[in-house]
């Protein structure tokens, strides 16, 4: 349906606009009288609604399909356009971020009935810089308000205190809220439906589908490593336009080749590919963006911030950090980050933004990413060996693809450069177990030119590993 997000300049018109609005009734129906800030704008006369919606022009909610992308991209000239391209193509426009702060907002109204000094905020891609349009909304039941006034001792002789229920872990207390605020969405919440409460996951959730607003919607409670992590990445894709540019394409790249998922299993998550581009990107010559130890010693004594017994410190205003200056195009970065993975030593070095050097893997997964603030764990403990490979042979093929590409393109709309790298046919050799045979020379010439291509820069790669 056509949807309209109004927004009013007096309070005293929302309550009047709130007595003007009818509750619908029906004969073979019933209503849960539950009152949202979602109405329906019908008209008295169905004749008039066609000839209206002709005139509704909506804002776009999706990125375009890929094959208008991969003709959108080869038309441009260079290898630095595409990339641009694709992130403006891509990228959550003004009004989807309002939308899904506006969703946060209702929920939080549902959620308030319970707790009323409660917060629902968005996290994750929808705030963290990286967010393609379509993207699920993560969102984050706050209940601090709730928690009460700790307070220190009173002089007085008596202290008062709520009464509150106690259950044995903090846990218990997350998902049995949720399960709660989970059954309140299903019951009363209208346009949310499919609600599945996932609360045995390592991180409790509610998932369902805000209709709408066409949002996939994940609300989590007691999720703070979680929401830290999404300041710390809106940091990084705000010092330097390079950085979403790239975490944008490689997104894309993978999504496009079944590297991504949005089926969990043993696939490799966005968050992980972000912070293998991050690592990347530390590891300049001239590093394009800081170490998390440098982005630490930058914050202040009033910037400490501990979770959990975390450590989570970072700076966050963005003038306090200077960079290195660094004059790497998109282009050169996109194919420069394939050929850096294509030939990574994933079977002994763990990948850390924290140190922003390889470090020895402390556990056997095939790909190690140590999490930047609960620093014993792996994000990318769920990839298997299988996935590994195929994201292997790809960056490989990729870089070889790209490589070729840099050297001329064809005129005209035939896809090359980021675009030639979209198309489905570099995954049907890469990554199928029958064709893995008959692939394997050509795997190993592409990592032998990699290797010619790596000794030409042999200097390049010496100051990177001096730094
Ligand atoms: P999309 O795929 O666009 O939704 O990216 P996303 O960054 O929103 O990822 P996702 O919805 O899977 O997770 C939401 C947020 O949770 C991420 O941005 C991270 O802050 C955090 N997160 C997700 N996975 C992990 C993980 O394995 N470890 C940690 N520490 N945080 C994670
Ligand atoms: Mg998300």
Redesign the pocket.
């Known amino acids: 349906g056509v949807h309209a997000v109004v927004e009013f300049s007096e309070k005293e018109c929302i309550a009047a606009l709130q007595d003007g609005t009818r509750i619908l009734s029906t004969n073979h129906e019933s209503t849960v009288p539950f009152k949202t800030r979602l109405l329906t704008l019908r008209f008295n006369h169905p004749g008039d609604q066609a000839a209206a919606q002709m005139s509704v022009k909506c804002l776009k909610q999706s990125t375009i399909p890929i094959n208008e992308l991969i003709q959108k991209l080869s038309s441009v000239d260079s290898i630095d356009q595409q990339v641009d391209l694709l992130t403006r193509e891509y990228q959550l426009t003004e009004e989807n971020i309002r939308l899904r702060f506006l969703v946060c907002s209702l929920l939080k109204d549902i959620a308030a009935a319970y707790f009323p000094e409660s917060s629902v905020k968005p996290?994750?891609?929808?705030v963290?810089t990286?967010?393609?349009l379509g993207?699920?909304l993560?969102m984050f039941l706050d209940l601090d308000g709730n928690s009460g006034r700790k307070v220190g001792k009173t002089a007085g002789p008596y202290i008062l205190e709520y009464q509150m229920k106690q259950v044995s872990s903090e846990r218990m207390v997350t998902q049995s809220i949720l399960s709660v605020i989970g059954e309140c969405i299903d019951q009363f919440g209208p346009g949310c439906v499919g609600v599945q409460k996932i609360l045995n996951a390592r991180?409790p959730l509610v998932r369902f589908s805000h209709q709408p607003s066409g949002f996939q919607c994940?609300l989590t409670a007691n999720?703070r490593?979680?929401?830290r992590?999404?300041e710390l990445?809106y940091v990084y894709g705000s010092l330097d336009p390079r950085v979403r540019a790239l975490v944008f394409s490689v997104?894309c790249w993978a999504r496009v080749h079944g590297l991504?998922s949005s089926i969990p299993g043993a696939w490799i998550?966005?968050?992980?590919l972000?912070m293998m581009v991050l690592f990347f990107l530390q590891r300049r010559s001239s590093p394009i963006i800081p170490t998390l130890d440098q982005l630490k010693s930058l914050a202040g004594t009033d910037g400490k911030c501990i979770i959990e017994g975390h450590d989570c410190t970072f700076v966050t205003n963005l003038s306090k950090i200077t960079l290195p200056e660094n004059t790497d195009t998109p282009g050169q970065l996109l194919q420069e980050f394939f050929e850096f993975y294509g030939n990574f030593t994933f079977s002994k070095n763990s990948i850390n933004i924290r140190k922003g050097k390889e470090q020895n893997k402390p556990e056997a997964s095939p790909l190690h990413i140590q999490?930047?603030?609960?620093q014993s764990?792996n994000?990318?403990?769920n990839v298997n060996q299988t996935q590994l490979e195929k994201f292997v042979t790809l960056a490989r093929d990729s870089a070889w693809t790209l490589q070729q590409n840099e050297v001329s393109h064809p005129s005209g709309t035939h896809p090359w450069g980021l675009a030639a790298l979209l198309l489905p046919s570099v995954s049907q050799t890469a990554g199928k177990n029958k064709n893995k045979r008959k692939r394997q020379p050509a795997s190993e010439r592409i990592k032998s030119l990699l290797d010619s291509i790596k000794a030409s820069k042999v200097t390049k790669t010496t100051d990177v590993f001096c730094k």
């Open positions: 996290f994750g891609s929808s963290n990286f967010g393609k993207c699920d993560d991180c994940d999720n490593i979680a929401m992590s999404s990445l997104r991504t998550t966005n968050f992980s972000t999490n930047p603030f609960e764990l994000v990318s403990k």
